[in-house]
C-alpha cells in the first residue's frame, strides 16, 4: 500500500528565511505528487502538482517542488518565506492505478515577523 | 465559478445517532471524493463516486455510506456514531477520476 512521511511536524521560521518542508512516498510505480496548504480557518488549496515531465514544478506564491524518483521524495521550497505563508501544508500522493489521495500527516509552518 | 459547497458547516450528534453530509462540485466536475480529517492529521479517503457508483473505497466500516446524484453532488452518511467519528469531513471533486482534485471547506462533525 501508498504511503507518505512528512517527517517535519512543526516548522518555525522567520520572514525570509529560506524553507524547505520534506516528503517521502512509498510506491513503485507511477506517482502523481502534490502539496496543498490549508490556511487558518480556510480549506485545503492546492500549491503545485507533479504528473510528469520537468520534476522541478513550480506553483502559487513562490513555492516550488522537486520530484527525485531515486530518492521517492517531492520537497517543498520556497527562498523567502513571508507572516503570511503560516499554515499547514500536506504532500500528497495519487497513484497510477487508483484515483484516491494519500497524504501525509501535515507540517505546520510558523513565520514569526 | 462556485468552487466546492459543503453543508452544514457544523454539526453536533450524539453517540448512536445517524448524520447525512452533503457536497455539491465544483462546475463541471463529475467525480466526488470523500475524505475524513482528524485533529492533527492529514485527510484520510473514504470513497470516491463517480456516474452515481462507488468507485473506490478506503479503510473505512460499512457503517460510512454515501450517494451520488444525477447533477453529480453527493452525500456521506454515517450510521451509529461514535465518539470517534469526530473530525473535519471534506469533500472533493475533480473533472475525472485520477485528476487534481478540489476541496470544500468541511464539515466539522462533534459527537458527545
Known amino acids: 500500500a501508498q504511503s507518505v512521511s512528512q517527517h517535519n511536524h512543526h516548522v518555525i521560521l522567520s520572514e525570509a528565511a529560506s524553507l524547505e518542508l520534506g516528503c517521502n512516498y512509498s510506491?513503485?510505480?507511477?506517482?502523481?505528487l502534490f502539496w496543498y496548504v490549508q490556511y487558518p480557518g480556510q480549506h485545503l488549496q492546492l500549491l503545485l502538482k507533479?504528473?510528469?515531465?520537468?520534476?522541478l514544478v513550480k506553483g502559487i506564491k513562490g513555492f516550488e517542488a522537486e520530484f527525485i524518483k531515486s530518492k521517492f521524495s517531492f520537497n517543498l521550497r520556497k527562498p523567502s518565506v513571508q507572516w503570511s505563508d503560516t499554515a499547514e501544508y500536506f504532500c500528497?500522493?495519487?497513484?497510477?492505478?487508483?484515483?484516491?489521495?494519500?497524504f501525509g500527516t501535515g507540517t505546520r509552518l510558523q513565520v514569526t515577523l | 465559478d462556485a468552487g466546492v459547497t459543503q453543508s452544514p458547516t457544523h454539526l453536533i450528534k450524539t453517540r448512536g445517532q445517524q448524520v447525512t453530509l452533503r457536497c455539491s462540485p465544483k462546475s463541471g466536475h463529475d467525480t466526488v471524493s470523500w475524505y475524513q480529517q482528524a485533529l492533527g492529521q492529514g485527510p484520510q479517503f473514504i470513497f470516491q463516486?463517480?456516474?452515481?457508483?462507488?468507485?473506490q473505497r478506503g479503510n473505512f466500516p460499512d457503517r460510512f455510506s454515501g450517494h451520488q446524484f444525477p447533477n453529480y453532488s453527493s452525500e456521506l452518511n454515517v450510521n451509529a456514531l461514535l465518539l470517534g467519528d469526530s473530525a473535519l469531513y471534506l469533500c472533493?471533486?475533480?473533472?475525472?477520476?485520477?485528476?487534481?482534485?478540489?476541496f470544500g471547506p468541511g464539515t466539522r462533525l462533534t459527537v458527545l
Open positions: 500528497a500522493l495519487l497513484t497510477g492505478t487508483a484515483s484516491k489521495l494519500t
Open positions: 472533493a471533486s475533480s473533472l475525472v477520476p485520477g485528476n487534481e482534485q478540489f
Open positions: 510506491y513503485g510505480g507511477t506517482v502523481n
Open positions: 507533479y504528473f510528469s515531465g520537468d520534476p
Open positions: 463516486y463517480y456516474e452515481e457508483e462507488e468507485r
